[in-house]
C-alpha cells in the first residue's frame, strides 16, 4: 500500500524538471515553453511571448531591435522584397526612376537614347548614352539644365553621331572646364557628365579634337561666332575659325594642312599668335579672290601673325579701302599683315591682292620684335592696287624671299617697293617677274641689311637708297646668279 501512495504522489502531487506539462491538445496559435528568466515549468504560450518572434507585419525585413528582441520594417519607394526568394530589387533612387536596365544611376546602362534637334538632358537620362545627331542631322544645341529633380549620383554620356556630314552639336549649361566643349561637341567626340556634391562635373572628357580627314572651317560675315560651328554653319569671325584651331584641335601629320576659308568679304582684325598642334601651318583663303579683308574699326591690320603662327594665305583682297587707318600715318597707319615676334612665316599662295594702304601704310610688315625669326615667302605672285606707301616692309632679322610675279593693277600710286631694317635680307630669286605699270622707288635697304636680286629683272622704279640720315648703311649684295 505504502508503494502505491508514493508512486501516486510522484505522478501526481510533486513537482518535477524531468517530466513536462505540454501533452494533449495545445490552444490554437501556442507553443510549449518558459518564456521567463527562470526555472519553471513549462507550458502553452503564445507565440508573441517569446523575444524572437517576428516583429512587424507579414513579409516584414527582419532586424536586430536591441535588448533580445527583433524588430521588422517593409521596404518602400526604391526597393522591394521578394519574400520567397530574399531578393532584393532597386529601381528608383530618392524616388526617381532608374533607366531601363540600369543597376546604378553613376554607372552606364548600355541604353541608347537618339536625338535628332534640340533637346535638354532629363532625369530619366541618368545612365544612358544619348546619341546626338544620327550620321547627317546638322547642328542643334544640347542644354544641360540645373542638377533640380536629378538623382544626386547621376551620370550621363553624350556623343555627337554626326560624323558623316560633319557638323557640331552646340552646348548650353554646361560646365568650364573641358578643352572639346569649350566651343561646341566636335563630330564623333563622347563626353561624360556627373554630379558630384550638387553639382554637374565632367567625369570624361577626351580632349582636343582629333579629324581624320582634311579639315575646313568656314568663315561668312553673316554666319555666328555662337551658333555656327564651321563645318555646316559658318562662324562670323576668322578670329573665332583660327581660335577653334588653335585651342580646340590636334591635327595630324599626315593630313593636307588645316584650313579657314571665308565666303564673304570680311571686316575685322584677327591674330594668329599660337600653333596649332600637330601642325605647323595653318591656310586661311577665301572662295572668291574678289573677297576683300578690310581692318576693323581704327585698327590698322586684318591679320597679325606671332609666336610660331604659320599662315599659307590664297585668293584674298587685303585692302584698306574706306578704313580709318587708311588716312593715318606711323602707328596709325594701315599694315595689312603684320608678323610679331618669332619663328612665324606668312607664305602667298595664289591670287592675293593688296589694294590702299594709303601713304604711310604696308603690305606686309615684320615689327622689330621678330628678332630673326619671320619669314615672309611670296611663292605665288601678289598683285598692288590704288594708293601704297611701302608694299614690303622687313625689319627686325627678319627675311622676305620673292619668287614669283609682281603685278600691278590700273597703275597704282607707290612710294617704295621694299623697306628692310635691322639686319633683315630682301632675296628676289629666280622667278621674279613684273606685269603692269609701276611708279615709286625701288627700294631702301638700311641699317645693315642686304638686298638681293637673282632674278635678272630689275625690281620697278627709280633708283633704291642704302644710305639715309640717321640709319647706317644697307647693301645690294649680288644681282644676277649665286643664292641668298
Known amino acids: 500500500m505504502k508503494k502505491l501512495l508514493l508512486a501516486l504522489a510522484l505522478c501526481f502531487g510533486l513537482p518535477s524538471t524531468v517530466f513536462g506539462q505540454c501533452n494533449g491538445v495545445f490552444p490554437s496559435g501556442t507553443v510549449c515553453g518558459n518564456p521567463v528568466g527562470a526555472a519553471n515549468i513549462p507550458h502553452p504560450l503564445p507565440l508573441a511571448s517569446f523575444a524572437l518572434s517576428p516583429a512587424g507585419p507579414t513579409g516584414a525585413t527582419q532586424y536586430n531591435a536591441g535588448g533580445g528582441a527583433l ?16 531578393i532584393v530589387t532597386c529601381l528608383k533612387t530618392n524616388n526617381v526612376a532608374f533607366a531601363s536596365g540600369a543597376t546604378s544611376l553613376g554607372t552606364p546602362a548600355n541604353v541608347l537614347r537618339t536625338v535628332t534637334g534640340n533637346d535638354p ?8 548614352l544619348l546619341q546626338e545627331g544620327t550620321g547627317s542631322t546638322g547642328v542643334f544645341t544640347i542644354t544641360l539644365p540645373s542638377v533640380s529633380g536629378f538623382a544626386s549620383n547621376c551620370t550621363v554620356y553624350i556623343y555627337n553621331g554626326d560624323t558623316i556630314t560633319l557638323s557640331g552639336k552646340l552646348l548650353s549649361g554646361f560646365p568650364a572646364g573641358c578643352i572639346s566643349t569649350k566651343h561646341f561637341l566636335f563630330p564623333g567626340a563622347v563626353v561624360g557628365l556627373s554630379i558630384v556634391n550638387g553639382a554637374w562635373v565632367y ?11 582634311a579639315m575646313t572651317l568656314l568663315v561668312n560675315s553673316g554666319g555666328s561666332d555662337s551658333t555656327g560651328d564651321g563645318f555646316t554653319l559658318p562662324f562670323a569671325t576668322m578670329q573665332k575659325c583660327i581660335f577653334v584651331y588653335e585651342q580646340a584641335v590636334l591635327y595630324q601629320s599626315n593630313l593636307n594642312q588645316p584650313t ?57 583682297n587685303l585692302s584698306g579701302t574706306s578704313t580709318t587707318c587708311f588716312s593715318g600715318s606711323g602707328a596709325t597707319a594701315c599694315h595689312l599683315v ?4 618669332n619663328n612665324v612665316v606668312f607664305e602667298t599662295l595664289a591670287s592675293v591682292t593688296c589694294t590702299d594702304t594709303g601713304a604711310q601704310g604696308s603690305c606686309v610688315v615684320t615689327d622689330t620684335n621678330t628678332a630673326g625669326g619671320a619669314q615672309i615667302n611670296i611663292d605665288n605672285g601678289m598683285s598692288l592696287a590704288g594708293t601704297i606707301g611701302v608694299a614690303y616692309s622687313i625689319e627686325g632679322r627678319a627675311a622676305l624671299l620673292w619668287n614669283s610675279t ?12 621694299f623697306q628692310a631694317l635691322g639686319n633683315s635680307i ?11 605699270t609701276f611708279s615709286g622707288r625701288q627700294w631702301a635697304i638700311l641699317n645693315g641689311s642686304q638686298l638681293f636680286n637673282l632674278s635678272g629683272t630689275a625690281v620697278p622704279g627709280t633708283a633704291g ?14 644681282t644676277g646668279g649665286g643664292g641668298c
Request: proline share 5%; glycine share 10%.
Open 465 to 478: 637708297i642704302t644710305t639715309a640720315a640717321g640709319f647706317n648703311s644697307g647693301f645690294v649684295v649680288a
Open 71 to 86: 524588430g521588422g520594417y517593409t521596404p518602400s519607394q526604391d526597393c522591394t522584397v521578394a519574400t520567397a526568394t530574399g
Open 203 to 213: 567625369s570624361y572628357c577626351p580632349g582636343q579634337y582629333v579629324p581624320t580627314a
Open 406 to 417: 609682281l603685278t600691278a593693277i590700273s597703275s597704282p600710286t607707290i612710294t617704295e617697293y
Open 426 to 436: 630682301v632675296c628676289i630669286q629666280g622667278n621674279f617677274a613684273l606685269v603692269g
Open 121 to 128: 538632358v532629363v532625369n530619366t537620362d541618368c545612365g544612358k
Open 260 to 316: 579657314c576659308q571665308a565666303t564673304s568679304s570680311l571686316v575685322e582684325s584677327a591674330v594668329h599668335y599660337f600653333p596649332i598642334a600637330g601642325t605647323n601651318t595653318l591656310n586661311i583663303s577665301s572662295n572668291t579672290c574678289s573677297n576683300t579683308w578690310k581692318p576693323s574699326g581704327a585698327n590698322i591690320f586684318s591679320l597679325a601673325v606671332g609666336n610660331g603662327g604659320n599662315v599659307q594665305f590664297s585668293c584674298f
Open 338 to 341: 603684320i608678323a610679331h615676334n
